[in-house]
């Protein structure tokens, strides 16, 4: 009997979790998962977050099916006619686009980005249908990659863009300050929220607090994805041009040439410099050899004169030794030679050849 009851809960369970969740849920559940990605401190590109962006869409782009099929809005009625549980839906096609922008595939990054912006144009149309902020439109379409020689054009602004640039510096100055304003008011809404003052006009003050800030997300993440796609498109254009370049072909080897004025003279007084090699490196040295100037035969030869210096001084040595043990033959021819020097000039005996 418990295990009956065991398996009944079971089955309940699992027909619980397999209940198709309503339009509120999917929203709420898609927007959790926004400010959650959003607030994260992981790495974007981890698959843990990639996984989460991925189911995020998924679920936001169910409920935009489901509005569209409910039709729960229209151009032909005013904000007033719009049910405060029905105000929140206006949010799904921000929220889908500030979710694609979290999409990390580099390969993919134009269409990401092309794709988000349709999200936040979506989003700002029907808000100006509803009359929710009176903005002035961006393009509908992506800017262009900039033709030859804009670039230099833009190089050196003439006073008409710099007088644009300055009201567009005062616009984001002054979209900021509104920012700020929006936030500040959605944390006291948010808060009363909490405290339990959930009544119909606090709801409705709510969402359209978040829609407002909404408008001015919109407007930078356009402005941020109409400079990134120009950037794209540049790179696109280097890419397919490179790839159009034929490849170079392959250079067969420089022969060596001559620097004479012809063959003839060339054969006669040889090729005009001494840099071509006249012999192998066997040939010369074979060569070096046989003159006996390689380093092994100088070390050889050195060790020769080396001996020779050696022996010729352990003869004066002898000859010092037998002189100090007064050898009578040393003794009587050193005589000898003294007294004949004495008889005798220097070159006295050196008279050949002298007429």
Not at 126 to 154: F, L, Q, T, W
Request: charged content about 30%.
């Amino acid at each position: 009997m418990a295990e009956c009851e065991n398996n009944h809960d079971n089955r309940l369970l699992s027909n619980s979790d397999t209940v198709h969740p309503n339009l509120s849920e999917l929203l709420d559940r898609g927007w959790k998962i926004f400010e959650e990605v959003d607030s994260t401190n992981l790495p974007l590109g981890s698959s843990s977050i990639q996984v989460g962006v991925k189911r995020g869409i998924g679920m936001l782009e169910e409920a935009s099916t489901m509005v569209a099929q409910l039709n729960l809005f229209s151009r032909n009625e005013e904000l007033e006619e719009v049910s405060t549980a029905d105000l929140k839906y206006l949010l799904l096609p921000a929220l889908l686009g500030a979710l694609t922008m979290k999409q990390t595939n580099r390969d993919k990054r134009l269409q990401i980005v092309q794709t988000a912006r349709a999200y936040f144009m979506d989003f700002l149309r029907r808000c100006k249908d509803y009359n929710i902020s009176h903005i002035k439109m961006p393009d509908p379409s992506c800017v262009d990659a900039p033709e030859n020689g804009s670039a230099a054009a833009k190089s050196v602004p003439c006073p008409s863009d710099l007088v644009a640039m300055a009201a567009q510096r005062q616009t984001k100055i002054e979209r900021y300050r509104q920012k700020k304003a929006l936030e500040t008011r959605l944390s006291h809404v948010k808060s009363a929220i909490d405290s339990g003052q959930d009544d119909d006009e606090v709801n409705r003050d709510f969402y359209l607090l978040n829609v407002q800030r909404w408008v001015t997300v919109c407007l930078e993440e356009i402005e941020s994805i109409d400079q990134e796609v120009e950037i794209l498109s540049k790179m696109d254009v280097l890419k397919q041009s490179a790839a159009k370049q034929p490849s170079q072909p392959v250079r067969p080897p420089m022969k060596p040439f001559i620097l004479t004025k012809n063959t003839l003279q060339a054969q006669v007084f040889g090729p005009g410099y001494p840099s071509l090699p006249t012999m192998t490196v066997d040939d010369w040295y074979e060569q070096h050899r046989k003159h006996g100037v390689l380093p092994d035969q100088a070390i050889s030869k050195r060790i020769a004169v080396d001996d020779d210096a050696n022996a010729m001084e352990g003869e004066e040595e002898e000859k010092e030794k037998k002189a100090e043990k007064d050898d009578e033959e040393s003794l009587l021819k050193a005589r000898n030679w003294d007294e004949w020097k004495d008889t005798h000039r220097r070159g006295y005996g050196n008279r050949h050849n002298m007429g």
